[in-house]
């Protein structure tokens, strides 16, 4: 999910270029690291730390700590069994901001403690800090950040256990056409690089299903234009991409025009306020997708990407038992894990993308958003 | 360009039309203000925005206080008890956040012959200011050990009765008013609700105009307007005018608040920022310091905003309006009915 404007984006970019030529000493430390290590049994990054990165506070502040409780679950089981050989975690809040991170890339790739790094949180920030880690050394493992041109930047260090933007609109696109049934698919945007990319694939997997477009504007509040062109296009499914504010008022007014076919949004409008500004009665039966499923049962985290990063986790800590002991090795073995998480088969391609991912559809009924019995599309 | 959207088909023409004129009907209302204040003191008050976005968050603060949080959806008709009373919460709550900008960001400017350039600048403070008040209201409810009993105030109201989100997220109404259709004209089914916000809408513009034509206080407005010192020397007390003036188009502020709610159902610490845009663009559209101007300007941007949306697609619609005010005032500087709130027949 992106939480950001393009324009703050590039005010980011631009904080991070700067962040990476002061922080020029701080990669040639994390070098020195790899060379002290001892040969024994007990690695050399015994007693450091892994980093988090995203927002804990701010808007999306529920959604780091989610993450956070799933490191910790993640390393009070690796630490409970393997007293010698410690690893805690340090926390860096960006409030999900692409200003805020950069400033914090620097001081995580100058701590000489720090061997690897869950997140960023957000596509923003994973776009703004992406080159100092990479260029630091520093393998990370994002659990939530989804858009898809992060790892088409040639960053080796960076992965993520989560499906991207074109996977989720791949599986929508399925959804809506097989499971849900629709034959005329009227696809809305609000202009963002998310909802852009997110609705520009569900247009292109839907085919000739799509029968109209149009695009709206985030803070706008009338919808009635758009209500009348769905009306008109004879659409029996509406897909939003976008966020939770303007998918609720979208709904609602398509409700209120008359509209009956289904809506469908993505993970940016999986948020309980969507029901609570749509109202119950127009939210009901609404579909929102996420790549994120819920958690196994007796998972000892909740919220949504908590067992995304407990997985993410679990690979560094899977790489500090293989025997790595500086972060070349660790990004290698990053690179050729295989496994199964709490979120499900992992294994990364070459981009650091996950290859196989499972794209969730959350639908709202009795004025509530369900957030424990989401359908697999499969 | 698709000009089928908009003519290819009559019923969907009359649907963005009427679409249009009931926003722009919000539009004219908000509106209001700003060429009331514009007349009296060529001045643009830009706090406005905020003073509409103030009274929206009454209308949904009053509902939580007498429906509670449980989410509904109620006919107009049996919203209208609380819409009654929160029509009264907006109109207090906009009135008085207007009187305290004039007090504050206003009044000390004037009083010392600041510079007009200098109240502007002042005005766009106290927009930041309230807006970012709202946004903070969860601090200053724990300030006052408060956070726990206004936690539904303070954030968006969860249908368990357990707050959500935070204070700077979308606030939404519980209770979401469902409109029924009244009546057709051609294909187009116009609803309870589109004809409240217009019927309103032209009533309390008729109100208001006879407010500023008929009354003592009235002919005070347009005498300041006019010529503030030769008013004063005729024993109007311009100060006290001026605080009318704020006032009456606060009020103005909470009955559109309140229509918009109605409609929307949903607000946000920011909300006031596009519909303050807009309305002071309708403002300037119509002719600003024309009360007949701003109805004018209102529904005319309402429409052009849906006629535009329909045409060149909904990114469009702000440039289509933006252009069309362009084109006005190259055609007619002063706006489509421009003459100045003093000069109005009395």
């Known amino acids: ?378 | 360009m698709d000009l089928g959207a908009l003519f290819g088909n009559y019923n969907n023409f009359l649907d963005f039309t009427v679409g249009g004129l009931v926003f722009g009907a919000i539009y004219a209302l908000i509106a209001l203000g700003y060429t009331m204040v514009y007349g009296v003191l060529q001045l643009i008050n830009f706090a406005h925005s905020e003073v509409v976005m103030y009274g929206t968050f009454a209308v949904a603060w009053t509902f939580v206080f007498f429906h509670g949080t449980g989410d509904a959806s109620w006919s107009l008709g049996r919203a209208l008890p609380i819409l009654l009373v929160a029509v009264v919460a907006a109109m207090l709550m906009s009135g008085g956040i207007a009187l305290l900008v004039e007090r504050f960001a206003y009044r000390p400017l004037i009083n010392r012959n600041a510079p007009k350039l200098i109240a502007l600048i002042s005005a766009i403070g106290a927009s930041f200011a309230l807006a970012e008040a709202m946004g903070l209201r969860d601090k200053f409810a724990k300030w006052f050990h408060l956070n726990e009993k206004l936690a539904n105030y303070t954030s968006s109201p969860g249908s368990s009765g357990k707050a959500m989100g935070q204070a700077r997220d979308v606030y939404s109404n519980p209770v979401s008013i469902q409109p029924h259709g009244l009546f057709h004209i051609g294909g187009y089914e116009v609803t309870d609700v589109d004809l409240l916000v217009i019927v309103a809408a032209l009533v309390m513009m008729f109100a208001l105009d006879s407010f500023v034509r008929r009354t003592k206080f009235g002919r005070g407005i347009r005498a300041v307007a006019q010529d503030p010192e030769s008013a004063a020397l005729m024993g109007v007390n311009s100060t006290r005018v001026v605080q009318v003036t704020f006032l009456v188009g606060g009020l103005m502020a909470g009955v559109a608040a309140t229509l918009y709610m109605i409609k929307i159902g949903s607000t946000r610490q920011d909300a006031g920022f596009i519909l303050g845009v807009k309305a002071f663009t309708a403002a300037v559209m119509g002719g600003i310091g024309n009360l007949r101007g701003a109805l004018l300007g209102g529904l005319l941007l309402g429409v052009m905003e849906n006629w535009g949306s329909a045409v060149f697609g909904s990114e469009w619609k702000d440039v289509v309006a933006f252009v069309l005010l362009v084109l006005i005032l190259l055609v007619r500087p002063s706006g489509l009915l421009g003459e100045a709130l003093g000069k109005a027949r009395a």
Not at chain 1, 17 to 32: F, Q, R
Not at chain 1, 84 to 104: N, Y
Not at chain 1, 264 to 280: H, I, L, Q, R, T
């Open chain 1, 1 to 378: 999910m992106i939480r950001s404007k393009k324009s703050l984006r590039g005010l980011a970019a631009l904080v991070g270029v700067a962040a990476l030529t002061l922080s020029a000493c701080g990669s040639s430390n994390n070098d020195n690291k790899s060379t002290s290590g001892d040969s024994g049994s007990k690695s050399a990054l015994c007693g450091k730390n892994l980093a988090f990165l995203g927002a804990l506070t701010g808007s999306a502040g529920a959604l780091g700590q989610n993450m956070v409780n799933g490191i910790n679950l993640a390393l009070k089981d690796y630490n409970a069994k393997n007293a010698s050989c410690k690893v805690s975690l340090k926390t860096f809040d960006s409030q999900g901001s692409p200003d805020k991170a950069p400033a914090l890339a620097t001081q995580i790739i100058n701590d000489d403690s720090i061997f690897g790094l869950i997140g960023p949180g957000f596509s923003g920030e994973s776009l703004a800090t992406g080159k100092t880690f990479f260029e630091a050394g520093l393998p990370s493992i994002s659990p939530s950040a989804t858009n898809v041109t992060i790892t088409q930047q040639g960053w080796t260090t960076w992965h993520r256990v989560i499906g991207n933007d074109d996977a989720q609109g791949a599986a929508d696109a399925k959804y809506l056409t097989s499971t849900a049934g629709a034959k005329k698919v009227y696809v809305i945007d609000d202009g963002q690089d998310y909802s852009k990319g997110l609705a520009g694939k569900v247009k292109s997997s839907l085919g000739s299903a799509a029968i109209g477009s149009d695009q709206i504007t985030v803070g706008q509040t009338d919808m009635s234009a758009v209500v009348t062109k769905v009306k008109a296009s004879g659409a029996d499914a509406v897909f939003y991409g976008g966020y939770y504010t303007e998918a609720g008022l979208l709904a609602k007014q398509l409700r209120q025009g008359g509209f009956t076919g289904k809506f469908m949004s993505g993970d940016g409008a999986e948020d309980p306020n969507f029901v609570k500004v749509a109202g119950a009665q127009a939210a009901n039966g609404a579909l929102l997708s996420a790549p994120a499923g819920p958690a196994p049962s007796g998972f000892g985290a909740t919220g949504l990407y908590a067992t995304q990063a407990y997985d993410a986790t679990n690979i560094f800590l899977a790489a500090l038992k293989d025997g790595a002991k500086d972060s070349e090795a660790i990004n290698k073995f990053i690179g050729s894990y295989t496994g199964d998480g709490a979120s499900g088969p992992i294994a990364f391609d070459s981009h650091g993308d996950i290859k196989q991912s499972t794209i969730y559809v959350y639908k709202v009924a009795n004025g509530t958003l369900d957030v424990d019995h989401p359908e697999a599309i499969k």
